[in-house]
């Protein structure tokens, strides 16, 4: 527990004059003192005046904290304290046109100026001129535009426009996908853009002020997933695998038809669709994530959205887990008993395929909820069972599964725990649940940023003890627990 905030002025001398190891810890106190989660405390007018006025005078290293708390206060919304931010907008601007290799300091100024897009004409001639970081620069660049319906990009500038750059191809596909949106739908997602963008600028300002660092955001190393040309067999390869499942409404056994599968017991049909079973009982097109947004997503995730989703969620900004270290971990952890294995949200695939060169394709059963992944996984994995359903109610009798394996997905269902519940209830006696998730950020200030995208993305992040109390309540042990940054990689082994 924080003890009571000191004033402003006492906390903003005890940061200035900290040692380097206390500073950070100093600058929380500074923060805390006026601001708590996206509000703003009393205190928080006049520290706005005072951090405004002082940044210049900051000692080395200690500017960019502050530029940060400057950002974050604007942020709150008070447009009292916009104002005092904004009139030390000259200091911010000097700052930039001295800035050489300081890299905390680049970020959060760039976080700080993105909120004045009215300033737009006296920023950015400084900021081009400054030795940002491309990403940094891109991402203030579309911070201060103004909406124009008829830009392209709109939907898909995070985590960088630019990084975005598209085939004669994309572009009309994102030509015709921006033809089907309205203006209100069109405003909705520049709205959610650019707060995501803010979101993400605050989080790499956070963690460069934290440990004075931050690397460059290349797209992540993945090997690309090639996609047969071939359309695959409308009825799904089962691989022996369809006595072990069940109806998702009733429970009963299932039978294999001419178009799906039928229960036997309550006689609900389940198509078969483009190669894989759908047990989803949904509309296609509904619960979609990933394709929901831009059309772009599905090519675009894995070499760009999912590493930058693990920079923010997993303060991976300095990549601790690279997607090597992935692959080992689910090579060292999965160790199934008898019977498939599921992995639980499949998503595009990657790393399924990593499950299948462990096990061979017969073994795995690629699961999702979303239709437009699983028509893609029959693709990417054609030798593996594809099954769309929801992890709330998982199709496998009791005890049927060899090992579950839930990667990077279990913060995106709307009922993680009761998913958990499902994979303890399917799992065979002493057979692994891998499972790669998100912590809470215990950093108040980093918390906030990562709050944001959970609320932009629609996705959560969890408190460990929580998280072990439901793995011991649906009758597992975790035997390895891995939680580099805010990672929660986990492997339990069903009781
Ligand atoms: C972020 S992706 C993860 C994909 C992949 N496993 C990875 O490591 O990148 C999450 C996936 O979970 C799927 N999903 C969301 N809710 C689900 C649910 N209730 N049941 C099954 N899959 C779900 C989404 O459709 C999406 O493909």
Same mark, same amino acid.
């Given at each position: 527990m924080r003890a009571q905030p000191a004033a402003f002025s006492e906390c903003l001398e005890l940061f200035s004059h900290a040692e380097e190891e206390e500073a950070y810890s100093?600058?929380?106190?500074l923060?805390?003192?006026?601001?708590?989660?996206?509000?703003?405390?009393?205190?928080?007018? !006049?520290?706005?005046?005072?951090?405004?006025?002082?940044?210049? $005078?900051?000692?080395?290293?200690?500017?960019?904290?502050?530029?940060?708390?400057?950002?974050?206060?604007?942020?709150?919304?008070?447009?009292?304290?916009r104002r005092r931010v904004r009139a030390g907008l000259h200091h911010y601007l000097a700052l930039l046109d001295t800035l050489r290799d300081e890299v905390p300091l680049g970020t959060a100024l760039v976080y700080l100026l993105a909120h004045f897009p009215e300033d737009a004409d006296r920023i950015l001639p400084t900021a081009r001129k400054a030795p940002l970081d491309p990403d940094d620069l891109a991402r203030l660049e579309r911070c201060l535009a103004s909406f124009d319906p008829e830009s392209p990009g709109i939907g898909r500038s995070w985590p960088s426009p630019a990084r975005w750059v598209l085939s004669h191809a994309e572009r009309d596909q994102e030509r015709r996908w921006l033809a089907t949106l309205g203006h209100e739908a069109k405003t909705a997602f520049w709205e959610k853009d650019t707060r995501t963008l803010l979101a993400y600028m605050g989080a790499k300002a956070a963690c460069a002020v934290a440990t004075g660092r931050v690397e460059s955001e290349a797209p992540a190393e993945v090997d690309p997933v090639l996609l047969p040309d071939r359309a695959a067999a409308e009825m799904p390869q089962f691989n022996g695998h369809l006595d072990l499942m069940h109806c998702p409404a009733c429970r009963g056994r299932l039978s294999r038809r001419?178009?799906?599968?039928?229960? !036997?017991?309550?006689?609900?049909?389940?198509?078969?669709?483009?190669?894989?079973?759908?047990?989803?009982?949904?509309?296609?097109?509904?619960?979609? $994530?990933?394709?929901?947004?831009?059309?772009?997503?599905?090519?675009?995730?894995?070499?760009?959205?999912?590493?930058? /989703?693990? !920079?923010?969620?997993?303060?991976?900004?300095?990549?601790?887990?690279?997607?090597?270290?992935?692959?080992?971990?689910?090579?060292?952890?999965? !160790?199934?008993?008898?019977?498939?294995l599921l992995d639980l949200g499949a998503g595009t695939g990657?790393?399924?395929?990593?499950?299948?060169?462990?096990?061979?394709?017969?073994?795995?059963?690629? /699961?999702?909820?979303?239709?437009?992944?699983?028509?893609?996984?029959?693709?990417?994995?054609?030798?593996?069972?594809?099954?769309?359903?929801?992890?709330?109610?998982?199709?496998?009798?009791?005890?049927?599964?060899?090992?579950?394996?839930?990667?990077?997905?279990?913060?995106?269902?709307? $009922?993680? /725990?009761?998913?958990?519940?499902?994979?303890?209830?399917?799992?065979?006696?002493?057979?692994? /649940?891998?499972?790669?998730?998100?912590?809470?950020?215990?950093?108040?200030?980093?918390?906030?940023?990562?709050?944001?995208?959970?609320?932009?993305?629609?996705?959560?992040?969890?408190?460990?003890?929580?998280?072990n109390e439901a793995l011991d309540s649906a009758e597992m042990d975790v035997v390895d627990e891995y939680t580099p940054g805010t990672f929660l990689i986990v492997t339990a082994v069903r009781r």
């Amino acid at each position: 527990m924080r003890a009571q905030p000191a004033a402003f002025s006492e906390c903003l001398e005890l940061f200035s004059h900290a040692e380097e190891e206390e500073a950070y810890s100093r600058y929380l106190d500074l923060l805390l003192s006026v601001w708590s989660d996206g509000s703003a405390l009393p205190g928080a007018p !006049r520290a706005a005046e005072d951090a405004a006025e002082k940044i210049r $005078q900051a000692p080395d290293g200690r500017r960019g904290h502050l530029a940060l708390l400057l950002g974050l206060l604007t942020e709150t919304g008070e447009p009292g304290l916009r104002r005092r931010v904004r009139a030390g907008l000259h200091h911010y601007l000097a700052l930039l046109d001295t800035l050489r290799d300081e890299v905390p300091l680049g970020t959060a100024l760039v976080y700080l100026l993105a909120h004045f897009p009215e300033d737009a004409d006296r920023i950015l001639p400084t900021a081009r001129k400054a030795p940002l970081d491309p990403d940094d620069l891109a991402r203030l660049e579309r911070c201060l535009a103004s909406f124009d319906p008829e830009s392209p990009g709109i939907g898909r500038s995070w985590p960088s426009p630019a990084r975005w750059v598209l085939s004669h191809a994309e572009r009309d596909q994102e030509r015709r996908w921006l033809a089907t949106l309205g203006h209100e739908a069109k405003t909705a997602f520049w709205e959610k853009d650019t707060r995501t963008l803010l979101a993400y600028m605050g989080a790499k300002a956070a963690c460069a002020v934290a440990t004075g660092r931050v690397e460059s955001e290349a797209p992540a190393e993945v090997d690309p997933v090639l996609l047969p040309d071939r359309a695959a067999a409308e009825m799904p390869q089962f691989n022996g695998h369809l006595d072990l499942m069940h109806c998702p409404a009733c429970r009963g056994r299932l039978s294999r038809r001419a178009t799906g599968v039928v229960c !036997r017991d309550c006689a609900v049909g389940y198509p078969a669709r483009q190669g894989y079973l759908d047990l989803s009982g949904e509309a296609v097109g509904t619960g979609d $994530q990933i394709a929901g947004n831009s059309p772009l997503y599905l090519s675009w995730y894995e070499p760009l959205l999912r590493p930058a /989703f693990l !920079r923010v969620n997993g303060t991976n900004w300095n990549g601790a887990v690279s997607v090597a270290d992935e692959d080992r971990y689910l090579a060292e952890h999965v !160790r199934p008993v008898d019977g498939p294995l599921l992995d639980l949200g499949a998503g595009t695939g990657r790393w399924t395929q990593v499950l299948t060169r462990i096990l061979g394709g017969e073994r795995v059963v690629a /699961f999702d909820l979303a239709a437009t992944m699983a028509a893609r996984l029959t693709k990417v994995v054609p030798d593996s069972l594809v099954v769309r359903g929801s992890g709330g109610g998982i199709p496998f009798a009791d005890g049927s599964l060899g090992a579950v394996n839930c990667w990077n997905t279990v913060q995106s269902i709307d $009922q993680p /725990f009761a998913t958990v519940r499902e994979v303890g209830r399917c799992l065979g006696k002493g057979g692994t /649940f891998t499972m790669l998730t998100y912590r809470k950020s215990h950093d108040p200030l980093y918390r906030y940023f990562q709050r944001q995208h959970e609320e932009c993305l629609g996705v959560a992040a969890f408190d460990q003890k929580e998280m072990n109390e439901a793995l011991d309540s649906a009758e597992m042990d975790v035997v390895d627990e891995y939680t580099p940054g805010t990672f929660l990689i986990v492997t339990a082994v069903r009781r």
